[in-house]
């Protein structure tokens, strides 16, 4: 989980704030080739602050930016009010520019720039057709996020990360054709923030029949943690799953259950269920179930659930507003 800082790395590059170098300084860059450069903005922008379209021309006039590979897109101005709009067309109308770019990630920003379900985003399906070569794709933020069902052959690496993502939004991804895609990553959040999906929405994906490349599977931050849990463990695609994220969610010992009575769960490299509601005796079956066959479990981050008095009883995602 990264929301609370900023990407120190990306597309296994060091991060470089190109948002720091003053423009009229004379600063010693580094290779363009050599680090993923992160282009940012306050999102309570002062008169004499640079907003981030100055800033990105600045960048394509200072840098090489053909032998640029990865693009850290932090904040931009009032992003609890503009959208991402504005970004995703000027990244395209660059792209005969910017031919070596290989990764993308589209809103790193805190709480302190921008609470994630306050950031508003848009269809940035375009910016995957304007670079076909494009191999990493992250965002964050949920609000106004659209994503049609599309084909891109090279993508490998697809994360969105919210406090509540969309069923359109969900469907549109797991109908698109991947054919390269190895590692998706959802946070589908909670429908305070708009995330309405259900387990049913992701059947093409638990089907297995999208994503033929798929190893790496997160299905995070739910609110309905136990019935993705349920709806994984008689998947088809689980069978070739090798590290599997079901973190950050309201994962319950009814979820655990079914994911230890579904199928057989010991092929996986990784299991990570941190940030979970399980007692103390479903924690143990887990790590006795698994651990015995190098299955590496993640149970950090217990949660207690709030008892309100009254029957009624608040369990929590990980990250929402």
């Known amino acids: 989980m ?15 704030p190109f948002q720091d170098t003053e423009p009229d300084a004379r600063v010693e860059l580094p290779d363009a080739a050599a680090v993923a450069w992160r282009l940012s903005s306050p999102t309570y922008c002062e008169d004499d602050d640079e907003q981030w379209g100055a800033q990105f021309e600045r960048f394509l006039k200072t840098v090489d930016v053909s032998r640029v590979r990865a693009l850290v897109v932090g904040g931009w101005d009032e992003a609890y009010e503009n959208s ?30 921008c609470e994630i379900s306050w950031i508003i985003q848009s269809d ?39 406090g509540g993502l969309g069923a359109e939004v969900v469907r549109g991804i797991v109908g698109s054709d991947l ?41 995070c931050n ?20 090798e590290r599997l994220d079901l973190s950050m969610g309201v994962l319950t010992d009814e979820g655990a259950a079914a994911l230890l009575d579904g199928q057989p769960l010991t092929h996986l490299s990784h299991l990570d269920l941190s940030h979970h509601y399980l007692s103390e005796d479903m924690r143990k079956r887990v790590l006795a179930a698994l651990a ?4 590496v479990v993640d149970l950090d981050d217990a949660q207690e659930a709030d008892d309100e008095g009254d029957g009624r009883v608040w369990r929590y995602v990980a990250v929402a507003e």
């Open 292 to 295: 015995p066959h190098g299955v």
């Open 124 to 162: 940035v399906t375009p910016l995957l057709a304007a670079y076909p070569a494009l191999r990493e794709f992250g965002v964050r933020g949920g609000s106004h996020l659209a994503f049609p069902s599309i084909r891109h052959t090279g993508l490998e690496s697809l994360v969105v990360e919210t």
């Open 222 to 241: 739910s609110v309905v943690q136990d019935a993705v849990a349920a709806a994984v463990a008689g998947a088809p695609v689980l069978a070739r799953i």
């Open 2 to 16: 990264t929301v609370g800082h900023y990407l120190e790395e990306f597309h296994e590059l060091p991060v470089f």
């Open 84 to 113: 991402s709009a504005d970004i995703v067309t000027a990244l395209i109308a660059a792209n005969n520019r910017l031919t070596s770019l290989e990764a993308v990630f589209l809103g790193d920003m805190t709480g302190e720039d």
């Open 179 to 219: 054919p390269a895609l190895e590692k998706l990553e959802l946070w589908l959040g909670t429908d305070e923030y708009g995330g309405d999906s259900t387990a049913d929405d992701l059947a093409p994906l638990l089907s297995g029949a999208a994503f033929p490349a798929l190893r790496s599977l997160g299905l």
